[in-house]
């Protein structure tokens, strides 16, 4: 097994790539999708159970760890891995975008973030250098330079700011995180939707160096055509042979339109958050299992489904578990969205190592479009 962390490019299909992320916890094949464990659990889900699923690694939440149990907690049980017996790799974020939606609750400055804790109104200060502690608690894999996250649309004279001090964190970042062999740390892109903020940032990330480079700022309010005109462009910003992470995304059409662009890496609370609101994803879309139209329908979500809520439960019965507000419900329907996702990924790597992703991607597209099956 390595003991450092290492990216290999296998093949790619246009922009789209296909590769390894080495670690010392284990491989983590690319394109990937990190399910979220906001607070040290994917929620309704075993580690096992998410493992089975394909994930070879999750994202973790620095702010809310920090908030509770707490960084120094976690590091006296062993650190979040032994912590939440996930023994895969973790990345975890920097709290920058948590901190972000708290703008009422926050107090910005060249230093840092003062904030109120959204559990009991305690107060905080996070700044690169807390982040970087905070993280290195925790034990995570991946670590993330403590950012700020303009949330969109602002003015090009806010965006540009909020980057350029985002650059000045990032080279915080770089020297407060120091030398951990095994550890990586990435650093973050930001600029909205201008190409000449994203390519000085990018710029400037580079001149720092790190072990892999996300962009960020999207996927916050600005829309998928916004966000895909972005990524025609920002990846290629970034160095070929270091891995590209798409933060906070997002739905499967955005996930293909990612990876179509040279996206490695992404996350998103979407599976899991579906799942307990009564929400399947299936390659012909979305289906509300909450409707009635399913009360009396023996047919699995998916016939070609192999997760356990496909083989072994039906319509009927997710919709009548959900209705009961039965905690099974969102289990089985968050294993399966898990399951969708991974197979997606999985498809994905598959199609862009033979060199056949359009025709993936069509395919993709003309099942959506089909829509769900027919009543019974």
């Known amino acids: ?52 699923t394909g994930a070879d690694i999750l994202l973790g939440n620095t702010y809310h760890l920090m908030l509770r149990p707490g960084a120094e907690r976690v590091a006296r049980m062993g650190g979040l891995h032994r912590f939440m017996n996930w023994q895969k790799p973790i990345l975890t974020d920097s709290g920058g975008f948590q901190v972000m939606s708290l703008a009422g609750l926050r107090k910005l400055t060249e230093e840092g973030v003062t904030f109120s804790s959204h559990v009991d109104g305690s107060k905080h200060f996070l700044s690169p250098e807390t982040s970087m502690q905070i993280q290195k608690l925790l034990g995570s894999d991946i670590v993330m330079c403590f950012d700020e996250c303009p949330a969109l649309p602002a003015t090009e004279e806010a965006v540009a700011a909020s980057m350029r001090l985002s650059m000045r964190w990032a080279q915080r ?10 550890h990586a740390l990435f650093g973050i892109m930001q600029g909205g939707v201008t190409r000449e903020l994203r390519e000085e940032s990018a710029e400037a990330l580079q001149a720092i160096g790190f072990d892999g480079y996300a962009v960020g700022g999207l996927a916050v309010g600005e829309g998928q055509e916004a966000m895909f005109g972005v990524l025609d462009y920002a990846p290629g910003f970034l160095p070929v042979d270091r891995p590209r992470y798409l933060m906070g995304v997002g739905k ?21 958050r579906s799942g307990r609101t009564g929400q399947a994803w299936t390659p012909r879309g979305q289906v509300n299992i909450k409707n009635a139209r399913h009360q009396d329908d023996p047919r699995p979500l998916d016939e070609d489904c192999t997760c356990p809520c496909c083989r072994g439960y039906s319509r009927a019965y997710l919709h009548h578990v959900f209705r009961a507000k039965e905690m099974i419900s969102g289990m089985l329907l968050t294993w399966h969205n898990l399951h969708y996702y991974q197979q997606l990924m999985a498809g994905l790597r598959d199609a862009i190592a033979a060199g056949r992703l359009d025709a993936f991607v069509a395919e993709f597209h003309a099942r959506r479009a089909e829509g769900d099956i027919e009543p019974v």
Not at 16 to 38: C, E, K, L
Not at 43 to 51: F, H, T
Not at 260 to 268: A, L, N, P, S
């Open 1 to 52: 097994m390595t003991t450092r962390f290492d990216f290999t490019l296998q093949a790619t299909d246009g922009a789209a790539r296909t590769g390894i992320i080495d670690t010392p916890r284990g491989q983590i094949r690319t394109p990937a999708f990190m399910p979220v464990g906001t607070a040290a659990t994917v929620k309704a889900m075993l580690p096992d159970s998410v493992a089975a």
């Open 173 to 182: 970042s770089r020297d407060a995180f120091g030398d951990r062999p095994g």
């Open 252 to 272: 499967p059409d955005d996930i293909v339109g990612a990876v179509q662009r040279g996206i490695d890496m992404m996350d998103c609370v979407l599976p899991s």
